[in-house]
Nanobody
Framework: QVQLGECGGGWVQAGGSLRLSCAPS????????RGWFGQVPGKERVFVAA????????DYIDSVKRRFTISGDYAKNTVYLQMNSLQPEDTAVYYC????????????????????WGQGTQVTVSS
């Protein structure tokens, strides 16, 4: 069984930075797509960023472009999310996700197309 473990969340003041990481454990798997999603209480999980492993091409929701950067360490099969210029509206539980097989680029923001999920890490940004 594949497990994803996130770390790096915490509390930060507006304008600050955090770096999230997500590493797998358990059964090895080959990444095709790695993603980050955010969720606040009472709302659905929302796409933040994704990285197509084979091409290195990132995708971002518009609200985080030029502030967040997704990257990967291919040797460690680990994905990172560098979060800069954080704002209170970025406050959420952030989940990493992974998919092993290929899908169309139009689907990377859809939670239904990810095979594995982490437990989430809380990010709190105060004003």
């Amino acid at each position: 069984q594949v497990q994803l473990g996130e770390c790096g969340g915490g509390w930060v003041q507006a304008g600050g930075s955090l770096r999230l990481s997500c590493a797998p454990s358990g059964r090895t798997f080959r990444s095709y797509l790695r993603g980050w999603f955010g969720q606040v209480p009472g709302k659905e999980r929302v796409f933040v960023a994704a990285l197509t492993w084979s091409t290195g091409i990132p995708d971002y929701i518009d609200s985080v472009k030029r502030r967040f950067t997704i990257s990967g360490d291919y040797a460690k099969n680990t994905v990172y999310l560098q979060m800069n210029s954080l704002q209170p509206e970025d406050t959420a539980v952030y989940y990493c996700a992974a998919r092993s097989s290929s899908i169309g680029s139009a689907l990377v923001a859809d939670t239904r197309y990810y095979d594995y999920w982490g437990q989430g890490t809380q990010v709190t940004v105060s004003s």
